[in-house]
């Protein structure tokens, strides 16, 4: 004949290997979750403003500069920023880099101080954006003058610790200064 406790215990070791078996379970659900809704995918965003200034009859500075901030999952390290400006009919007028993507080398004198070199870029690709930070590049192109134009930043990076290389993309319409 059992005792009462022993088929508790018994009863008791039953419940919790159910219990693990929910908990894993629920777990390994909630994790196929996440992945599928995109929690894992790097968050950044991109927002750009553009500006022109008159440079002579024909033609007009456009100064373009997008602003990136890092959400709060994971580092992202940007290998590249580029803009391109087209007129309404799809025709480049101008595509350049954009300034401030590129890590900059450094020397070291004697006592340990570290001095940037605008000279020469660093032979480590990509700048890096931890969580929470926030950035602006900067490049300015020349467009006709009386021209409205369509303005592109494309920005590409990665996660600091692989994964897919990813691309983030504004835009925005720069309307000629006309003043009569």
């Known amino acids: ?6 088929s508790f215990k ?5 419940l919790k290997v159910w219990a693990e078996f929910i908990a894993y379970g629920s777990g390994g659900v909630f994790l196929i ?5 995109g929690y894992f995918i790097t968050d950044l965003s ?3 403003t553009c500006e022109r200034f008159p440079l002579d ?7 373009v500069a997008a602003m990136v901030r890092k959400g709060d999952k994971g580092t992202v390290r940007i290998h590249d920023c580029k803009i391109r400006v087209t007129d309404m009919a799809g025709q480049v007028l101008d595509e350049k880099r954009m300034c401030g993507t590129d890590r900059l ?9 570290m001095s940037i070199t605008f000279a020469r870029t660093s032979k480590k690709h990509g700048l890096s954006l931890p969580p929470g930070d926030e950035t602006q590049f900067a490049g300015l192109c020349n467009v ?3 021209t409205p134009c369509m303005v592109e930043v494309v920005i590409l990076g990665k996660k600091l610790w692989g994964g897919k290389a990813a691309q983030w993309r504004a ?10």
């Open 171 to 180: 835009s925005a319409v720069s309307f000629p200064n006309i003043v009569k």
């Open 105 to 113: 080398s450094f020397n070291m004198d004697k006592t340990g101080r």
């Open 144 to 146: 006709p003058t009386e």
């Open 57 to 63: 009859n024909e033609s007009d500075n456009l100064s």
């Open 33 to 37: 979750y996440k992945i599928v809704s």
């Open 46 to 48: 991109l927002r750009i």
């Open 1 to 6: 004949m059992r005792l009462p406790l022993e």
């Open 10 to 14: 018994q009863i008791g070791e039953a």
